[in-house]
């Protein structure tokens, strides 16, 4: 099955910039998707960017939140098999538990329904 893990959290100032990794166990372009997911106490999980595709063979494509186009970035390393994403302008709103996702589905990628394998997630505090 697929595995992802987790790293990138911390602490930032406002305004500030962080990168999270996740990398994946089990997943190959063309097969699947990965998300960017957070979650705050008492709200449901929402997704800020998602991403399939890419390499020699795959058309990539990348689809971003309202609240944070033009801030964070989704990319990937296809030799590190690992997904990136690029947070920049850092509000104290962004504070989150951030988790990244893996599924096999190519529609409502911003959904967490879409979504079959989590990551551990890590906390993002912006301050």
């Known amino acids: 099955h697929v595995q992802l893990v987790e790293s990138g959290g911390g602490s930032v100032e406002v305004g500030g910039s962080l990168r999270r990794s996740c990398a994946h166990r089990?997943?190959?372009?063309?097969?699947?998707?990965i998300g960017w997911f957070r979650q705050s106490p008492g709200k449901e999980r929402e997704g800020q960017a998602a991403?399939?595709?890419?390499?020699?063979?795959?058309?990539?494509?990348?689809y971003y939140a309202d609240s944070v186009k033009g801030r964070f970035t989704i990319s990937q390393d296809i030799a590190k098999n690992t997904v990136y994403l690029q947070m920049n302008k850092l509000t104290p709103e962004d504070t989150a538990m951030y988790y990244c996702?893996?599924?096999?589905?190519?529609?409502?990628?911003?959904?967490?329904?879409?979504?079959?394998?989590w990551g551990q997630g890590t906390q993002v505090t912006v301050s």
């Open positions: 996702a893996a599924g096999y589905r190519f529609l409502g990628l911003l959904n967490k329904d879409a979504y079959t394998f």
């Open positions: 089990g997943l190959s372009a063309g097969t699947g998707c």
């Open positions: 991403m399939y595709g890419g390499g020699a063979t795959y058309t990539e494509r990348t």
